[in-house]
């Protein structure tokens, strides 16, 4: 059977990626946040896994604002990446696991998720730029199951829903018959606004607050509504949707392993988390 070996939160600035190609890792700016990811690197050697199943935000390379769905899943044999006009190199493509994709297609839907299927899917900086943290300068030992949650257009779907779409793809993959080891991964955030009268702010209680209750008590941060994480951690802060959706995926005891916070990369609180998915109680209350 396929087993979660648990999950890994990161920002996905794009100028993350012009750094990595101008090997700027170890200028005084960049330092605090990619030493982050040695720990990181660590895990992943020991964890070695086959698959990532990506809760990322598209950002309009794939979907725009005429047709935006609120969860998508990937069921492509390969993902490819374009110019986003961020000034960064286009990423080399990922390979998919269109199988592994459709049984969690299967399971969401059955799981009454209203999702749209993407058998041809753009992948953008929000997965490209995590991927190349997480394995800078090697072929890629993982194939993805990207799967888009809108942060992007208004309405969004709720902390709670999210949590749940996490649930229900992780029960998925553990009913999955493939002996695969697999990840998941959250991309975005913390707290960042990119533009209008509050470009550049960042809330760092408010961003601390959410990564101690992340990997514990993930519930108790269903009581803020998307205006509240607005409010809270500007308008693209509500980013940690994937965070949630992350760590709804992790069914067994879930333990902090690692965590970096830097402020910041560009306009944004630069967070990098590592959670082990334990045996436990959560995992039998599925
Ligand atoms: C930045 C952050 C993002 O999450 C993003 O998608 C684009 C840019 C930034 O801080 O520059
Ligand atoms: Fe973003």
Same mark, same amino acid.
Not at 215 to 224: F, H, I, M, N
């Given at each position: 059977m396929a087993k979660i070996v648990g999950g890994v939160a990161t920002t996905h600035v794009p100028s993350i990626g012009k750094a990595i190609a101008d090997k700027k890792e170890n200028d005084p700016y960049w330092q605090p946040f990619f030493r982050g990811f040695d720990y990181v690197h660590d895990w992943l050697a020991r964890q070695k896994p086959d698959i990532a199943v990506v809760f990322y935000n598209d950002?309009?390379?794939?979907?725009f604002l005429d047709k935006l769905p609120t969860f998508a899943v990937g069921a492509a044999g390969e993902y490819r990446n374009q110019?986003?006009?961020?000034?960064i190199p286009v990423s080399r493509s990922i390979a998919g696991d269109p199988a592994l994709s459709w049984h969690v297609i299967n399971a969401l839907v059955n799981d009454e998720f209203d999702i749209t299927m993407c058998q041809d899917m753009l992948i953008d900086h929000a997965v490209t730029i995590p991927m190349t943290l997480m394995? +800078?300068?090697?072929?890629?030992p993982v194939k993805i199951v990207p799967i888009s949650i809108n942060t992007?257009?208004? +309405?969004l779907p709720s902390l709670k829903r999210c949590l749940a779409l996490g649930r229900s793809v992780g029960r998925a993959i553990e009913s999955y018959p493939q002996d695969l080891r697999v990840m998941v991964v959250g991309t975005g955030g913390l707290s960042h606004q990119l533009?209008?009268?509050?470009?550049g702010f960042i809330n760092k209680e408010f961003d601390q607050l959410c990564m101690d209750k992340l990997?514990?008590? +993930?519930?108790?941060?269903?009581?803020?509504t998307v205006h509240d994480v607005v409010a809270e951690a500007?308008?693209?802060?509500?980013?940690f949707l994937n965070w949630m959706a992350m760590r709804g995926a992790?069914?067994?005891?879930?333990?902090?392993?690692h965590r970096n916070y830097h402020i910041p990369i560009s306009n944004t609180a630069a967070a990098t988390v590592v959670l082990e998915n334990g045996e436990g109680a959560e995992r039998r209350a599925a």
């Open positions: 950002h309009g390379l794939n979907f110019d986003e006009g961020w000034g394995w +800078p300068g090697e072929k890629w992007v257009q208004h +309405p533009d209008g009268k509050r470009a990997s514990g008590e +993930p519930d108790t941060l269903t009581r803020y500007g308008a693209q802060g509500v980013e992790l069914l067994g005891q879930v333990t902090e392993l």
